[in-house]
């Protein structure tokens, strides 16, 4: 029986991977910090669907805690079919504005994590040639975001990393995928202290951000932009120098100022 772990499940686009998939008939493993948001998913999931929802509290921003999930998977005999690293949080600031703390936890639980629980997962995924790993990325993976500086360069590593090991992987039966989102209405920004439609960007809520996501993996892609506007403006914008992509994110964020505030 193989379960799919999502971390950053409690909230936004992370809940809709557990909504989605839980619809579909699959066992889950939810990770994040707070417990009785990912109880009350739970509860809730595993009673609508009838599958088996298992909840684990970590915070993923710690070096060693892509161990802790994996060794809980281990403890419990949880076989994991399917990867969706999903936890992130927001930044808004000037890179030197922010404390330095804040951009180490964001490295850590954007890239490092999501690297350690791969590189766990991964052996036997390919023992048994079958397994699916979703990473979240970003439309801002794409260039250099002023004021957004470390969460660009986390999302870049991310779409980077996933291509690059999708390739490596091609004849192993183990589908690597990375999921580029623009703004989606979630928690995040409330954390964050930015009001997306501030930025002129279009806005949409998780679920069909999700549902393209799983599309696009099954029609085996190896990242997926959603949304039309999103798909052009990326796409679009890599026939420009990135030097003139650089100053329309400025003008696209419509920053008048620095600010110091963050998600976590
Ligand atoms: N919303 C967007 O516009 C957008 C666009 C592109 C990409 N993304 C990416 O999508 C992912 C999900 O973000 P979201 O928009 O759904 O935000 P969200 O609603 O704030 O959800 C973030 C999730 O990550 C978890 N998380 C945050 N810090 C964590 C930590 N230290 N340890 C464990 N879990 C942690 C949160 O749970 P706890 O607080 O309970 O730990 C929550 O479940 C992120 O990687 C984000 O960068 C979002």
Redesign the pocket.
Known sequence: MSYVLI????????KAFAEEYASRGNNLILV???GT?LDALATELGGTHNIDVRTFI????LPDSAEKVFDFCNRENLAVGTLVN????GLDGAFDSLPLETHEKMVV??NLTLVKLTWLFLPEMKRRNQGDIIN?S?VVAFQGIPYNAVYAATKAFVLTFSESIREELQHSGIRVFALC????E???FE?TGINPHRTLMPVGP?EPVVRSAIESLNKNKSYSVPGFINKILIHGGRLLPRTVMLKLGMVLSRREKSMIKHSE
């Open positions: 971390t950053g499940a409690s909230s936004g686009i992370g994040a910090r707070s948001k970590q915070d993923l921003s999903n936890a992130g949080f639980l954007h979240l970003s989102p623009g703004l989606t979630t928690e995040i954390k998780p």
